[in-house]
């Protein structure tokens, strides 16, 4: 466990004392990129509280680095741990900008007034995701897609080792999709960010991630990197998909078996 | 921040301000006496020779006006704590019976105290209140666990506030004549008889309550963005939501104490404030939600004692007539949002 920056040790997540799923081990290395996969109400939102501290471990471990999770205080976490989430925020009178800036929070002094070196950062960040140009815009007043990468802008705004994200490709157009992808990638090898997600595409988890989850009853179904999770019909498993329902309909039928391939 | 922002509040904090000391004066010039402007410099510096004229000033209209000054900020920034705390623009401490349940408690000690001749200290009475303000507010935490609707939660507030009400007129009711009347003013709101000794009390408790929830704004800027963000970013949530709860009653048990329950003050203020200062930043709202409600009560009072001089209206009638359309604003505004 020492080679690992974000390690599980037999973790059982869920809601009200009612474990959803149960053993879960993630070993990532720093800089790797996980996401998890499954079908709809698989626990994957679930998991990815429950690793970020924000729903209460049923039991096993989370840990980053060397540290226990549970046992770090909440500002040394708040530095190295952000999250884009799937919840609506609902703010009234906040830019963009402001919003981005709240990232700056574990960092300035007690009445949270921006330093000149926290407002570069909030500009060098809006400038790498792209909002700059929505930056004074009602954030209450921008659509589904502009305000996922503002909350992008304001996780990798804590400048964090590791980010958790909830479907954060959900409401973006497939321009921004590639982008976020692409931009992952560049903090990655720039920062060494580690970035554990959850992803409805497919195609896209299968060109972005090294380690993939996928979730699916009580214990984790299967855990590997791309080439492994993506052979045979593994895929049309996980997802009780069945070709009987496409009979007739050739295009669906290849799309499906197009996508739990993987090609080098 | 920008530049632009920031001239932007300092003028809304300058004419916020300036409202205050505008009505603060007319408070203490106009009454059953009118008082010239001069004669209030010459009781300032002990030189008035009228002895009467002094006296009203020292005694009456001073800690009157300096009370309502006091009061009015707390009322508002209750509401504002409130607000932010359910993320409901109409929450406020007379709405979810905060204030109601404050009432009741002080009704009963006071009937029973005054019952076996034992006068009430400010201290205590503020104490009493804040009890009722405790009650009340874990009645409403219950209720908010179990509902999410933010219109209804505010409905069983009202219903909590009409169940405390109905207790204190029952009480009063009970109560001796002579009482009745002191009590009947001040259970419908009222700032006449403060006294010195009142406006003490209430200013080092408002002070300090205010002191603490300023150095708070910074978590609750946070909190505004959602129980997970504030989480990420390492907020003590619980810690937080104990304070509000806390401070807030205090507040409210402060006013409760002193002028009995005042409507609609703590919602219509923090919202006309915010549209003033176009920001939601707490650390700017703190301090002008205490000032505008300082100007808005010192307007209100005014009107209370001049409107049907020399017969003396309840503060919360003149609150409600200014308060209640923008809280109605408020909801029709919230309905348009709405696709």
Redesign the interface.
């Known amino acids: 466990m020492k080679n690992y920056y974000f390690f599980t040790k037999k973790i059982c997540v869920g809601y009200d004392n009612k474990p959803l799923i149960k053993d879960m081990e993630i070993t990532l290395g720093g800089g790797e990129i996980l996401c998890l996969i499954g079908p709809n109400g698989a626990g994957k939102s679930t998991v990815l509280?429950s690793i970020?501290?924000?729903l209460g471990l049923l039991g096993g471990t989370v840990y980053l680095g060397e540290d226990d999770l549970s046992e770090m205080?909440?500002?040394?976490?708040?530095?190295r741990?952000?999250?884009v989430?799937t919840?609506k925020?609902?703010?009234?009178?906040?830019s963009c900008r402001?919003?981005v800036a709240?990232?700056r929070?574990?960092y300035?002094g007690?009445?949270?007034?921006?330093s000149e070196e926290d407002e570069r950062i909030v500009n060098e960040v809006m400038e790498l995701t792209h909002i700059t140009d929505i930056s004074e815009k009602d954030f209450g007043k921008i659509s589904d897609g502009q305000k996922q990468r503002v909350m992008l802008a304001?996780a990798i705004c804590?400048e964090p080792e590791i980010v958790i994200l909830d479907e954060p490709t959900s409401y973006l157009d497939i321009k921004y999709k590639l982008e976020f992808l692409l931009l992952l990638q560049e903090m990655r090898e720039k920062k060494g960010l580690t970035v554990i997600m959850s992803l409805h595409e497919l195609e896209l988890a299968k060109i972005v991630s090294d380690k993939i989850l996928c979730l699916k009853g009580e214990y984790v179904e299967r855990y590997g990197t791309p080439e492994e999770i993506f052979e045979s019909d593994f895929i049309e498993r996980l997802f009780d998909m069945n070709e009987k329902e496409f009979l007739g309909n050739e295009k669906l039928l290849a799309y499906m078996k197009q996508i739990g391939k993987y090609e080098r | 921040?920008s530049k632009n922002r920031k001239s932007r509040n300092i003028t809304v904090f300058f004419l916020l301000g300036a409202c205050v000391f505008i009505f603060f004066m007319l408070n203490i010039c106009i009454g059953s006496v009118r008082i010239a402007l001069p004669d209030v410099a010459r009781a300032f510096c002990g030189q008035e020779n009228n002895e009467m004229v002094a006296r009203i000033l020292w005694d009456i209209r001073l800690p009157r006006a300096t009370a309502v000054w006091i009061l009015g900020g707390a009322l508002s920034l209750a509401g504002y704590l409130l607000q932010t705390f359910f993320?409901n623009p109409i929450a406020g401490p007379f709405v979810l019976g905060i204030s109601s349940g404050a009432k009741m408690v002080v009704a009963l000690i006071m009937v029973f105290f005054m019952g076996k001749g034992i006068s009430v200290t400010s201290a205590a009475m503020i104490f009493a209140a804040f009890i009722g303000a405790m009650l009340s507010m874990g009645f409403v935490l219950m209720m908010s666990r179990r509902i999410h609707n933010m219109s209804m939660l505010v409905v069983s507030g009202v219903m909590i506030g009409y169940i405390c009400s109905a207790v204190t007129e029952l009480v009063v009711t009970f109560a001796n004549d002579a009482d009745i009347v002191n009590l009947h003013n001040w259970s419908r709101g009222s700032f006449s008889g403060m006294t010195w000794e009142n406006v003490k009390v209430m200013a080092v408790v408002v002070s300090i309550v205010f002191l603490a929830v300023f150095?708070m704004?910074?978590p609750l800027?946070?909190y505004?963005?959602?129980d997970?963000?504030a989480?990420?970013?390492?907020?003590?949530l619980q810690l937080l939501r104990v304070c509000i709860v806390i401070f807030s009653s205090i507040l409210s048990a402060c006013i409760v104490a002193f002028a009995g329950p005042i409507s609609f003050v703590g919602i219509a203020v923090p919202h006309l404030v915010?549209k003033l200062l176009?920001?939601?930043?707490p650390?700017w709202m703190i301090p002008a939600c205490f000032v505008g409600g300082s100007a808005f009560c010192l307007f209100c009072d005014l009107l209370a004692k001049t409107v049907l001089a020399p017969t003396e209206l309840s503060i919360s009638t003149v609150t409600a007539i200014f308060g209640a359309p923008v809280v109605l604003w408020i909801i029709k505004r919230k309905e348009n949002r709405k696709p």
């Open positions: 509280k970020a501290g924000q205080k909440a500002e040394e976490l708040a530095k741990m952000s999250v989430f919840e925020v609902r703010v009234e009178l906040k402001d919003m709240t990232g929070y574990p300035t007690w009445f949270g007034i921006l304001r804590q | 921040m993320n150095l704004s910074k800027g946070a505004q963005l959602g997970a963000y989480r990420n970013v390492g907020v003590n915010k176009n920001t939601t930043d650390i």
